[in-house]
Structures are given as C-alpha cells and as structure tokens.
C-alpha cells in the first residue's frame, strides 16, 4: 500500500510550464506502476501518462504527447509530471495514482490515489 500527495498546481498563461509532483510514503513504492490522470469539473476522468516501476518506461494520451513528461526518482519516493505549452483545455484537478501493472490506462487498475492539485491554464 502507498500513500500519495500531489502538489505543483496552479495558474498558469497558455503556453507556459508547472511541475506537479506527488510524494509517496511507503516501503514498496518503487515496486508501483505510476500514473497521472487529470478530471475536469463535471467531466470523467481521463488518463494522462503512465511509468513503469523503474521509470524506464512511459507512455502517453495523444492530447498531451510531446507535451508533458512523466518522471519518477524513486530514491526520493517522488513522480513528476512536466506541463509544457500548456492550453486552456489542460485545465483540471490532477491525480497521481499507483497500480501494480504497467501500462493501463484505466482508472480502475490503480488502486492508490493521491488527493489532487488543481491546475487551471488561462488564455
């Protein structure tokens, strides 16, 4: 089990930058699959970007390849996702979430969920 806090949100003018980063406690988090998913006020929540356990992995939503990047430094239990050109549409609460296998991009395959941190991108 893993404990998870994202934190990095904020506003930000289109085509600017944040880093989100969600910190983890727990004993076995480098055994997790990382992902970042992102819901909107009244929409469904939607994947973002997957990592594999050891970070050598990744994989991306069509509507932010090229854009953000998803990381993770395991020594300080820490994932990361870089925002980049960012747009309006980029606009929600964002959530950093553990599963045990790698590459879903369903929500009901990762079973630790940090609280969120919003991010709202202006025009």
């Known amino acids: 089990q893993v404990q998870l806090v994202e934190s990095g949100g904020g506003l930000v003018q289109a085509g600017g930058s944040l880093r989100l980063s969600c910190a983890a406690s727990?004993?076995?988090?480098?055994?997790?699959?990382m992902g970042w998913f992102r819901q909107a006020p009244g929409k469904e929540r939607e994947f973002v970007a997957g990592?594999?356990?050891?970070?050598?992995?990744?994989y991306y939503a069509d509507s932010v390849k090229g854009r953000f990047t998803i990381s993770r430094d395991n020594a300080k239990n820490t994932a990361y996702l870089q925002m980049n050109s960012l747009k309006p549409e980029d606009t929600a609460d964002y959530y950093c979430?553990?599963?045990?296998?790698?590459?879903?991009?369903?929500?009901?395959?990762?079973?630790?969920w940090g609280q969120g941190t919003q991010v709202t991108v202006s025009s």
């Open positions: 990592i594999s356990w050891s970070g050598k992995s990744t």
């Open positions: 727990g004993r076995t988090w480098s055994s997790y699959h």
């Open positions: 979430a553990a599963a045990g296998r790698y590459g879903s991009t369903s929500p009901e395959d990762f079973g630790s």
